[in-house]
Protein backbone atom coordinates (compact mmCIF):
# COMPACT_ATOMS: atom_id res chain seq x y z
CA UNK A 1 0.00 0.00 0.00
CA UNK A 2 2.52 2.01 0.76
CA UNK A 3 6.67 2.74 -0.90
CA UNK A 4 9.57 2.14 1.21
CA UNK A 5 7.99 -0.84 3.01
CA UNK A 6 8.37 -5.05 3.03
CA UNK A 7 6.31 -7.29 5.03
CA UNK A 8 8.11 -9.03 8.18
CA UNK A 9 6.74 -12.26 6.80
CA UNK A 10 9.67 -12.22 4.24
CA UNK A 11 12.04 -12.81 7.10
CA UNK A 12 12.17 -14.13 11.15
CA UNK A 13 11.40 -11.50 13.40
CA UNK A 14 13.38 -11.83 16.73
CA UNK A 15 12.57 -8.16 17.49
CA UNK A 16 10.02 -5.46 17.43
CA UNK A 17 9.83 -2.16 18.26
CA UNK A 18 8.85 -1.22 21.96
CA UNK A 19 11.22 -4.28 23.05
CA UNK A 20 13.98 -3.39 25.14
CA UNK A 21 17.46 -5.35 24.70
CA UNK A 22 20.16 -5.24 27.76
CA UNK A 23 24.22 -4.98 26.78
CA UNK A 24 26.85 -7.41 28.58
CA UNK A 25 27.72 -3.75 30.28
CA UNK A 26 24.34 -3.19 31.85
CA UNK A 27 22.43 -0.92 29.31
CA UNK A 28 19.14 -1.06 28.39
CA UNK A 29 18.03 0.10 25.10
CA UNK A 30 14.31 0.08 23.17
CA UNK A 31 14.13 -1.18 20.19
CA UNK A 32 13.21 0.91 17.66
CA UNK A 33 13.13 -0.96 14.40
CA UNK A 34 13.09 -4.58 14.32
CA UNK A 35 15.38 -5.44 11.17
CA UNK A 36 18.94 -5.46 11.80
CA UNK A 37 21.59 -3.13 9.95
CA UNK A 38 24.99 -5.40 9.66
CA UNK A 39 23.93 -7.03 12.34
CA UNK A 40 22.77 -4.92 14.86
CA UNK A 41 19.60 -3.92 16.22
CA UNK A 42 18.62 -0.20 15.82
CA UNK A 43 17.80 1.33 19.55
CA UNK A 44 17.93 4.17 21.51
CA UNK A 45 19.23 4.23 25.15
CA UNK A 46 16.30 4.38 27.44
CA UNK A 47 18.59 3.00 31.25
CA UNK A 48 22.05 3.71 31.96
CA UNK A 49 23.35 1.96 35.49
CA UNK A 50 25.01 5.12 37.35
CA UNK A 51 25.65 5.55 41.46
CA UNK A 52 24.24 1.65 41.59
CA UNK A 53 21.30 2.38 39.72
CA UNK A 54 19.19 2.25 36.24
CA UNK A 55 18.97 5.99 35.33
CA UNK A 56 16.10 6.86 32.89
CA UNK A 57 17.89 8.82 29.69
CA UNK A 58 16.99 11.23 27.84
CA UNK A 59 17.66 11.80 23.90
CA UNK A 60 20.54 14.40 24.26
CA UNK A 61 21.57 12.64 27.70
CA UNK A 62 21.60 9.47 26.19
CA UNK A 63 23.77 10.73 23.03
CA UNK A 64 26.27 12.36 25.85
CA UNK A 65 26.80 9.12 27.98
CA UNK A 66 27.50 7.20 25.13
CA UNK A 67 29.84 9.58 23.29
CA UNK A 68 31.74 9.33 26.53
CA UNK A 69 31.52 6.10 27.65
CA UNK A 70 30.64 3.41 25.10
CA UNK A 71 31.02 5.78 21.50
CA UNK A 72 30.51 2.27 19.73
CA UNK A 73 27.28 2.07 20.03
CA UNK A 74 26.39 5.23 18.19
CA UNK A 75 25.63 4.38 14.61
CA UNK A 76 25.12 5.98 11.78
CA UNK A 77 22.15 3.73 9.57
CA UNK A 78 22.68 4.12 6.13
CA UNK A 79 19.28 1.81 5.21
CA UNK A 80 17.39 5.27 7.26
CA UNK A 81 20.22 7.44 6.63
CA UNK A 82 19.90 8.48 10.42
CA UNK A 83 21.78 8.30 13.07
CA UNK A 84 20.41 6.81 16.51
CA UNK A 85 21.93 3.83 18.57
CA UNK A 86 22.56 0.32 17.49
CA UNK A 87 23.33 -2.71 19.67
CA UNK A 88 25.54 -6.08 17.82
CA UNK A 89 23.64 -8.92 18.02
CA UNK A 90 26.92 -10.65 20.21
CA UNK A 91 26.50 -7.69 22.51
CA UNK A 92 23.23 -8.63 23.90
CA UNK A 93 22.60 -10.42 27.16
CA UNK A 94 19.07 -10.28 27.54
CA UNK A 95 15.84 -9.47 24.96
CA UNK A 96 12.87 -8.39 27.01
CA UNK A 97 9.42 -8.87 25.45
CA UNK A 98 6.38 -6.96 26.23
CA UNK A 99 3.95 -9.74 25.73
CA UNK A 100 6.24 -11.86 28.51
CA UNK A 101 6.03 -9.28 31.02
CA UNK A 102 2.11 -9.62 30.71
CA UNK A 103 1.67 -12.97 30.95
CA UNK A 104 4.10 -12.66 33.94
CA UNK A 105 2.00 -10.44 35.76
CA UNK A 106 -1.03 -12.56 34.99
CA UNK A 107 0.70 -15.34 36.92
CA UNK A 108 2.38 -13.68 39.58
CA UNK A 109 1.15 -11.42 43.07
CA UNK A 110 1.40 -8.20 42.03
CA UNK A 111 4.92 -6.47 43.94
CA UNK A 112 3.68 -3.02 44.37
CA UNK A 113 0.77 -0.70 43.47
CA UNK A 114 1.69 0.13 40.06
CA UNK A 115 1.45 -3.10 39.40
CA UNK A 116 -1.51 -3.83 40.56
CA UNK A 117 -3.36 -1.13 38.20
CA UNK A 118 -1.53 -2.84 35.07
CA UNK A 119 -3.18 -5.95 36.10
CA UNK A 120 -6.69 -3.99 37.02
CA UNK A 121 -6.38 -2.74 33.45
CA UNK A 122 -5.50 -5.63 31.58
CA UNK A 123 -8.40 -7.63 33.30
CA UNK A 124 -10.90 -4.73 32.25
CA UNK A 125 -9.57 -5.05 28.67
CA UNK A 126 -9.63 -8.94 28.55
CA UNK A 127 -13.43 -8.98 29.92
CA UNK A 128 -14.29 -6.65 27.36
CA UNK A 129 -13.05 -8.44 24.28
CA UNK A 130 -9.59 -7.59 23.71
CA UNK A 131 -7.36 -10.81 23.25
CA UNK A 132 -4.55 -10.78 25.86
CA UNK A 133 -2.14 -12.64 23.31
CA UNK A 134 -2.14 -9.02 22.04
CA UNK A 135 -1.56 -6.59 24.74
CA UNK A 136 2.16 -6.31 26.61
CA UNK A 137 4.05 -3.70 28.87
CA UNK A 138 7.18 -1.94 28.08
CA UNK A 139 8.94 1.41 29.73
CA UNK A 140 9.63 0.98 33.12
CA UNK A 141 7.00 -1.73 34.03
CA UNK A 142 9.02 -4.35 31.38
CA UNK A 143 12.40 -4.18 33.28
CA UNK A 144 11.09 -4.07 36.55
CA UNK A 145 11.91 -0.34 37.72
CA UNK A 146 9.18 1.32 37.88
CA UNK A 147 8.29 3.24 41.18
CA UNK A 148 5.18 4.87 42.38
CA UNK A 149 5.15 7.35 39.84
CA UNK A 150 6.05 5.46 36.73
CA UNK A 151 3.37 5.58 33.81
CA UNK A 152 1.95 2.04 32.42
CA UNK A 153 2.94 1.89 28.58
CA UNK A 154 0.58 -0.98 26.96
CA UNK A 155 1.73 -1.52 23.60
CA UNK A 156 -1.35 -3.35 21.72
CA UNK A 157 -0.11 -6.23 18.58
CA UNK A 158 -2.36 -5.59 15.38
CA UNK A 159 -5.02 -2.87 14.36
CA UNK A 160 -8.21 -4.66 15.14
CA UNK A 161 -7.10 -5.30 18.43
CA UNK A 162 -5.38 -1.33 18.94
CA UNK A 163 -9.04 0.24 18.10
CA UNK A 164 -10.85 -2.52 20.16
CA UNK A 165 -8.77 -1.29 23.28
CA UNK A 166 -9.18 2.28 22.18
CA UNK A 167 -12.89 2.35 22.31
CA UNK A 168 -12.64 0.66 25.57
CA UNK A 169 -10.62 3.21 26.80
CA UNK A 170 -13.65 5.87 25.71
CA UNK A 171 -16.19 3.83 27.09
CA UNK A 172 -14.74 3.12 30.83
CA UNK A 173 -13.87 6.75 31.08
CA UNK A 174 -17.40 7.40 29.99
CA UNK A 175 -18.33 5.20 32.87
CA UNK A 176 -16.00 7.05 35.38
CA UNK A 177 -13.92 3.74 35.36
CA UNK A 178 -11.28 5.26 34.17
CA UNK A 179 -10.32 8.96 34.20
CA UNK A 180 -9.05 11.78 31.72
CA UNK A 181 -5.99 13.26 32.33
CA UNK A 182 -5.63 16.17 34.67
CA UNK A 183 -3.95 19.19 33.92
CA UNK A 184 -1.11 18.39 35.49
CA UNK A 185 -1.10 14.71 33.60
CA UNK A 186 -1.21 16.95 30.19
CA UNK A 187 1.03 19.38 30.94
CA UNK A 188 3.68 16.42 32.31
CA UNK A 189 3.07 14.78 29.05
CA UNK A 190 3.68 17.68 27.07
CA UNK A 191 6.80 18.76 28.82
CA UNK A 192 8.34 15.14 28.25
CA UNK A 193 7.75 15.57 24.50
CA UNK A 194 9.22 18.61 23.88
CA UNK A 195 6.52 19.22 21.45
CA UNK A 196 6.84 21.69 18.85
CA UNK A 197 2.69 22.74 19.21
CA UNK A 198 1.50 24.87 22.09
CA UNK A 199 0.71 23.67 24.63
CA UNK A 200 -3.16 24.46 23.47
CA UNK A 201 -3.08 23.27 19.97
CA UNK A 202 -0.99 19.85 21.45
CA UNK A 203 -4.06 19.13 23.79
CA UNK A 204 -6.53 19.95 21.37
CA UNK A 205 -4.64 16.97 18.91
CA UNK A 206 -4.68 14.77 22.30
CA UNK A 207 -7.75 14.66 23.25
CA UNK A 208 -9.76 13.35 20.91
CA UNK A 209 -7.02 10.43 20.45
CA UNK A 210 -8.12 8.02 23.36
CA UNK A 211 -4.76 6.74 23.80
CA UNK A 212 -4.15 8.19 27.09
CA UNK A 213 -6.30 7.73 30.44
CA UNK A 214 -5.77 7.71 34.05
CA UNK A 215 -6.58 4.99 36.37
CA UNK A 216 -6.50 5.25 39.87
CA UNK A 217 -4.24 8.51 39.55
CA UNK A 218 -1.71 6.49 37.12
CA UNK A 219 -1.33 7.66 33.82
CA UNK A 220 -1.39 5.35 31.03
CA UNK A 221 -1.04 4.90 27.20
CA UNK A 222 -1.57 2.47 24.60
CA UNK A 223 0.28 2.05 21.61
CA UNK A 224 0.21 0.05 17.94
CA UNK A 225 2.48 -2.40 16.91
CA UNK A 226 0.68 -3.38 13.24
CA UNK A 227 1.11 -7.04 12.85
CA UNK A 228 2.49 -8.29 10.33
CA UNK A 229 5.19 -5.53 10.70
CA UNK A 230 6.51 -3.47 7.87
CA UNK A 231 10.00 -2.54 7.90
CA UNK A 232 11.61 0.12 6.45
CA UNK A 233 13.38 -1.33 3.50
CA UNK A 234 15.72 1.84 2.32
CA UNK A 235 18.45 2.71 1.67
CA UNK A 236 16.89 6.52 1.70
CA UNK A 237 18.56 9.61 1.72
CA UNK A 238 17.56 13.04 3.28
CA UNK A 239 17.40 15.86 1.38
CA UNK A 240 16.57 18.45 4.16
CA UNK A 241 14.23 20.22 6.11
CA UNK A 242 10.81 21.14 4.28
CA UNK A 243 7.30 22.63 5.16
CA UNK A 244 4.10 21.83 3.32
CA UNK A 245 0.23 21.71 3.67
CA UNK A 246 -1.47 19.50 2.74
CA UNK A 247 -4.51 17.30 2.68
CA UNK A 248 -5.11 13.62 4.13
CA UNK A 249 -5.96 11.22 2.15
CA UNK A 250 -6.23 8.21 4.26
CA UNK A 251 -5.40 8.18 7.62
CA UNK A 252 -5.62 4.19 8.26
CA UNK A 253 -2.33 3.68 9.28
CA UNK A 254 -2.08 7.06 11.48
CA UNK A 255 -1.62 5.37 15.23
CA UNK A 256 1.35 2.56 13.43
CA UNK A 257 4.77 2.83 14.20
CA UNK A 258 5.79 5.10 12.17
CA UNK A 259 2.37 6.65 11.66
CA UNK A 260 1.93 6.94 7.98
CA UNK A 261 -0.66 9.64 6.59
CA UNK A 262 -1.05 9.50 2.74
CA UNK A 263 -1.54 12.92 1.64
CA UNK A 264 -3.56 14.45 -1.42
CA UNK A 265 -0.30 17.05 -2.72
CA UNK A 266 1.35 17.18 -6.45
CA UNK A 267 4.95 16.23 -4.77
CA UNK A 268 4.23 14.17 -2.24
CA UNK A 269 2.60 11.22 -1.50
CA UNK A 270 3.05 10.79 2.33
CA UNK A 271 4.31 11.56 5.48
CA UNK A 272 5.70 9.55 8.48
CA UNK A 273 6.17 10.11 11.85
CA UNK A 274 8.74 8.21 13.98
CA UNK A 275 7.55 9.95 17.38
CA UNK A 276 4.51 8.72 19.53
CA UNK A 277 3.91 12.81 19.76
CA UNK A 278 2.14 12.99 15.86
CA UNK A 279 0.67 9.24 16.10
CA UNK A 280 -3.31 9.65 15.64
CA UNK A 281 -2.81 13.21 14.99
CA UNK A 282 -4.91 14.18 12.01
CA UNK A 283 -8.09 12.43 10.30
CA UNK A 284 -8.64 11.82 6.16
CA UNK A 285 -10.40 15.07 5.00
CA UNK A 286 -8.33 17.33 7.39
CA UNK A 287 -5.32 20.10 5.97
CA UNK A 288 -2.75 19.69 8.13
CA UNK A 289 0.69 21.38 8.11
CA UNK A 290 3.52 19.78 8.09
CA UNK A 291 7.40 20.43 9.65
CA UNK A 292 9.90 17.38 8.59
CA UNK A 293 12.51 16.12 6.70
CA UNK A 294 12.36 15.49 3.00
CA UNK A 295 13.31 11.96 2.25
CA UNK A 296 14.33 10.05 -0.98
CA UNK A 297 13.87 6.54 -2.07
CA UNK A 298 16.56 4.72 -4.44
CA UNK A 299 13.56 4.50 -6.96
CA UNK A 300 13.36 8.60 -6.68
CA UNK A 301 10.20 8.68 -4.95
CA UNK A 302 9.62 11.38 -2.23
CA UNK A 303 8.27 11.32 1.25
CA UNK A 304 8.39 14.00 4.54
CA UNK A 305 9.55 12.18 7.67
CA UNK A 306 8.82 13.64 10.81
CA UNK A 307 10.73 12.22 14.13
CA UNK A 308 14.27 12.91 13.34
CA UNK A 309 15.20 12.07 16.93
CA UNK A 310 12.94 11.16 19.68
CA UNK A 311 11.16 14.58 20.84
CA UNK A 312 11.89 15.97 16.90
CA UNK A 313 12.76 19.25 17.83
CA UNK A 314 11.16 21.86 14.95
CA UNK A 315 8.98 19.15 13.66
CA UNK A 316 5.76 18.69 13.92
CA UNK A 317 2.21 17.31 12.19
CA UNK A 318 -0.74 20.03 12.61
CA UNK A 319 -4.45 20.06 11.80
CA UNK A 320 -5.33 23.31 10.14
CA UNK A 321 -8.32 22.08 8.76
CA UNK A 322 -10.75 20.30 11.17
CA UNK A 323 -12.71 17.48 10.35
CA UNK A 324 -16.05 16.77 12.40
CA UNK A 325 -15.49 12.98 13.69
CA UNK A 326 -14.04 12.52 17.03
CA UNK A 327 -12.19 9.29 15.79
CA UNK A 328 -9.34 8.84 13.21
CA UNK A 329 -9.77 5.98 10.57
CA UNK A 330 -10.78 2.03 11.80
CA UNK A 331 -9.30 0.24 9.29
CA UNK A 332 -7.66 -3.21 9.63
Given at each position: ????LFSTTEFAVNYQP????????????????????????????????????????????????????????????ERLDARLHAVPLA?????????????????????????????????????????IGRIGLTGSLLIG????????????????????????????????????????????????????????????????????????????????????????????????????????????????????????????????????????????????????????????????????????????????????????????
Amino acid sequence: MFPFLFSTTEFAVNYQPRDFIETHDGLIFAVVDGLPEDDRVLCFLRYAPIGGKLAKMGTDQANAYLQSRAPRYLFLSERLDARLHAVPLADIRRHYRPRERVRELLNSEPRDEIERKAVSLLQKFGALGVEIGRIGLTGSLLIGVQTPKSDLDFVIYGRKAFFEARDIVGRLIGSGELQELNDAAWRDAYDRRGCALGFEEFLRHERRKLNKAMIGGTKFDITLIAEPLSMESGPVRKLGPILIRAEVADAACAFDYPARYRLNHAEFAEAVSFTHTYAGQALAGETVEISGLLEESPSGKRRIVVGSSREASGEYIKVVSWANSPHPDRQT
